[in-house]
């Protein structure tokens, strides 16, 4: 199956540097969101660091004989310790950290890993639906049936995360099959966009524009239009 994709990304309104990344395999092989925290320069650090590694495992060991979670899962691994490396060169960026999203087209099945606050989405017959789980403070409370949706996007702790990559701790990484049909658009994506965005909208706007481009561009537009208070990017991918 062919694939059409673009990626975007934006400082937005009220950041002067901008902590997200992205990486888009020229061969559409695979597709990486990140989106860096700790600080003025950490984040930065740390999102480029995350997409750089994780590309550069996955090209240098595509044709390896481990499968396809075990090469997704050392990628991630490989850049969680080129962070935590760079923390230790750099004492100032100790508390950096990163979330990522990846999606991996490798043998006949896809898959999704996803650490922190990022999020994949699927659109399929104009229904959205978020395909990972937010590792968020206000997630789990959500999922516990301690908070509901309403209050948890407005929550004080909403951008508190339970998992990103940049900490010694980390020892699982959440890896799962992705089901794609033809037709299906994904959308790899930072909270910028989320926290501006709601999800009918989202659905609204990938399902209405033609292109890959035209759908990522509105998709900020939009965010900026609703106060693009934080850094903001879109990865989009169309499985013809």
């Known amino acids: 199956m062919k694939r059409r994709f673009t990626g975007l990304t934006d400082t937005g309104c009220l950041r002067s540097v ?14 990486i969101v990140a989106d860096g925290m700790g600080g003025h320069a950490g984040g930065q650090e740390a999102s480029q660091i995350a997409t750089r590694q994780i590309q550069v495992y996955l090209n240098e060991h595509w044709e390896s004989g481990m499968n396809s979670k075990q090469l997704l899962e050392k990628a991630i691994f490989d ?6 490396k760079d923390q230790e060169i750099h004492p100032e960026r100790a508390d950096m950290g990163t979330t990522v999203v990846v999606v991996l087209f490798r043998d006949t099945q896809p898959l999704c890993a996803h650490i922190g606050d990022s999020r994949i989405y699927r659109l399929r017959d104009h229904t959205l639906e978020q395909v990972t789980e937010d590792q968020t403070w206000v997630a789990r409370a959500m999922k516990m049936g301690d908070l509901s949706a309403e209050a948890a996007r407005v929550h ?3 951008h508190v995360l339970s998992q990103c990559l940049g900490r010694k ?3 699982k990484i959440d890896i799962q099959p992705l089901d794609v049909q033809a037709g299906d658009r994904l959308l790899l994506c930072s909270d910028g ?3 501006e965005v709601p999800d ?12 890959c481009k035209e759908a990522a561009q509105a998709l900020i537009d939009n965010a900026k239009d609703n106060g693009g208070s934080d850094n903001i990017t879109v990865v989009i991918v169309v499985q013809d």
Do not use: C, H, V
């Open 18 to 31: 901008n902590q997200d990344d992205f990486y888009i395999d020229p061969d559409g092989r695979f597709f």
């Open 79 to 84: 850049a969680n310790q080129g962070i935590l």
């Open 156 to 158: 004080p702790w909403r």
């Open 169 to 171: 701790d980390l020892q």
């Open 193 to 195: 966009l989320t926290e």
């Open 200 to 211: 009918p909208d989202i659905e609204m706007i990938l399902g209405q524009s033609k292109t």
